[in-house]
């Protein structure tokens, strides 16, 4: 099986500095994994994911670094806005059709 | 548009009703989720459904039931078994086979007064 922990609960930052969440997990042979933004009352929003064959994946604003080594998993922020306060949940799937297993999320806050 | 409706939004029950909450995607996804959300915590799998007439057992199935009959709609029904089923209910599909990412409806409150 698959047990997915997060380092800290909550995180908060100055408008304009880097971001970075973690995420630790359990079973080597994950092979996918994936960060969500979720807003108060909303469902949660894909943000990027990341497959097992790769240790670094960028997009706009984001990146997600992978350690198997160490089974840990980052999400960077670029230059956080107001706009990315949320809570962020990383979520890991151990096999091709098993369904993904999440953390316990970050809450960002982005301080103005 | 296509995506995954998740209704009502808001719902209230007392204590020993049963409750169905409806999830429908027209992303023609093969499979589909419930998950369940409290407060602080992440999202717990109840039961998923990888293809018509089939589904299986998440972490915190018991209390809970499904019915998978056709492709485009998965309800979940709370019923009055479940000791604790205030919370925030999301579905969610994907397409099978390879690992990939989840798409999820906006979420149903469940309050039991």
């Known amino acids: 099986g698959e047990s997915v922990g997060l380092h800290l609960p909550t995180l908060s930052v100055q408008e304009g500095d880097n971001s970075i969440i973690n995420c630790a997990y359990s079973n080597s042979a994950s092979d996918y994994f994936i960060w969500y933004k979720q807003e108060s009352g909303k469902g949660p929003q894909f943000i990027i994911d990341i497959r097992s064959n790769m240790d670094k994946r960028q997009g706009q604003r984001v990146t997600v670094l992978l350690n198997k080594t160490v089974k840990h998993l980052s999400l960077q922020i670029a230059a956080t806005q107001p706009g990315d306060s949320a809570v962020y949940f990383c979520?890991?799937?151990?096999?091709?059709?098993?369904?993904?297993?999440f953390g316990k999320g970050t809450r960002l806050s982005v301080i103005a | 548009d296509g995506g995954i409706t998740q209704s009502p939004k808001y719902l209230f029950r007392k204590e020993g009703q049963n409750v169905t909450l409806s999830c429908e995607q027209n992303l023609n996804h093969d499979a589909m989720y419930w998950y369940r959300q409290d407060p602080g915590q992440g999202l717990r799998l109840i039961y998923y459904s990888q293809i018509v007439n089939d589904f299986q057992k998440g972490d915190i199935a018991e209390g809970y039931s499904v019915s998978r009959e056709k492709k485009e709609s998965f309800p979940l029904t709370v019923t009055s078994a479940q000791k604790n089923p205030t919370a925030f209910y999301l579905c969610?599909?994907?397409?099978?086979?390879?690992?990939?990412?989840?798409?999820f409806g906006e979420g149903s409150r469940l309050t039991v007064l």
């Open positions: 979520a890991v799937c151990y096999s091709g059709n098993t369904p993904l297993v």
């Open positions: 969610a599909s994907s397409q099978t086979g390879e690992a990939g990412e989840l798409f």
